[in-house]
């Protein structure tokens, strides 16, 4: 069970800061409800290796990152989603992941200069900001 997504975008986050952004990511998913298990995760993942915690498939190049639907995997919403998406936004320069869920609800990221933005309602949790609280949709 659970609320599936298909992510799409792409954005600048040098590959130079891949490390850094996938600590945050996992100290952040980490205190989070979901799937990911960071204590059971490898020193040297990239953003690529922990993708699925995003509910995503990403791959690098150069100094963006892409993101897809996690075909392989099961790409279901959680907390730890929201976190890793929040957790990035210092490392990320520019760019916009937009999110379908299962029920065609549809919200985007959009990250500038290290920070993040939420446009649109988010179906899992309702809400229209990163963690924010439900909000009904008249």
């Not at 490390?19 to 952040?28: G, L, Q, S």
């Not at 998913?29 to 020193?43: H, I, Q, T, V």
């Not at 995003?54 to 690098?60: L, N």
Request: charge should be negative; aromatic fraction near 10%.
């Amino acid at each position: 069970m659970g609320y599936l997504v298909a992510p799409s975008g792409r954005l600048n986050l040098p590959q130079s800061d891949d490390a850094a952004a996938v600590a945050a990511a996992k100290a952040a998913m980490g205190g989070r409800d979901g799937w990911f298990a960071p204590d059971g995760s490898a020193a040297s993942d990239t953003l690529a290796d922990i993708a699925e915690a995003a509910a995503a498939s990403i791959t690098r190049d150069g100094d963006w990152i892409e993101f897809g639907h996690d075909d392989a995997g099961d790409p279901k919403w959680s907390d730890q989603a929201t976190a890793f998406y929040v957790a990035i936004a210092p490392f990320v320069r520019s760019g916009v992941v937009h999110v379908e869920g299962e029920d065609g609800s549809q919200w985007s990221y959009t990250y500038v200069d290290g920070r993040i933005s939420q446009q649109g309602w988010n179906g899992w949790d309702g809400s229209v900001e990163p963690f924010g609280e439900p909000v009904e949709l008249s």
